[in-house]
């Protein structure tokens, strides 16, 4: 059976984002991402209100919530399945009576009536690891060594509450994107391809996996980590470019006939 992951396209409503190109500042601007996203095979649109840059200014939950309300309503009455990206409960329990059935949580705090609201909406509950708090308290804080086994640590008592609670679909998230901002560019790679390469040790928690297909600098570095994200088979990816994603999942098409082909004639000789 062919592989093809739920894509999760990320939307920026944050203008200090340093992906400038995922964000829109207009109704308009909103409709035309939404659908130019969900035509490069996009399921959920993953709307964020805050940038997690290290030197972006801070905002509060009052206008993270400013600015998503508004695209959630007006997505969801449209028919578009949304994802909201936070690390605040209170923000997450919002966003579910604005619409969204996704919950993209990046926050370490996990309070009960925010899985409570979760199971009572029957939507999915991404979460993520995250050790620092969320990513603005991540800045002042030692940094915490990135590896399978501290993750695995971290997640597995949440993943049980949540189910606990009652929550539909728990899906775990290693979190690729968040490194802490003093690991240097060589350990972040490293790292990040360590935990994709090792993904069956959190396999053993029995919850689809959500890998986020990061998005480097340089398009060949791009390429390459949304082909090691796709090679994990995570059951969802998260992107800016689905179209990079399509174009590694049509080589895998071509590729696997070819050599399925070969290794029969290598039988039969």
Known sequence: MRYAPTLLGVVNLSPESMVTDSIVRTPEAMRARAESLVSRGVSILDLGGRSITPDAPEIGDDEEQARLEPSVRS???QGYRVSVDTWSPRTATRAL???ATVLNYTGED???ALLDAAAAANAVLILSYMPYGDAYRMRDRERVPYRIETIFD???PRVARARAAGVAEVVLDPNLGILHPDTDDHDKIHLQHHVVFHLDRFRALGCPLMLYAARKPERLARIMMASA???ARPEYVRTHEPDIL??????EDETGPRDARAAGKEASS
């Open 97 to 99: 009576a604005w619409g």
């Open 229 to 231: 994200v796709l090679h």
């Open 110 to 112: 996990l309070p009960d």
């Open 75 to 77: 997505l969801t009455a």
């Open 246 to 251: 399509q174009r590694l999942l049509r080589a």
């Open 154 to 156: 971290f997640m597995a």
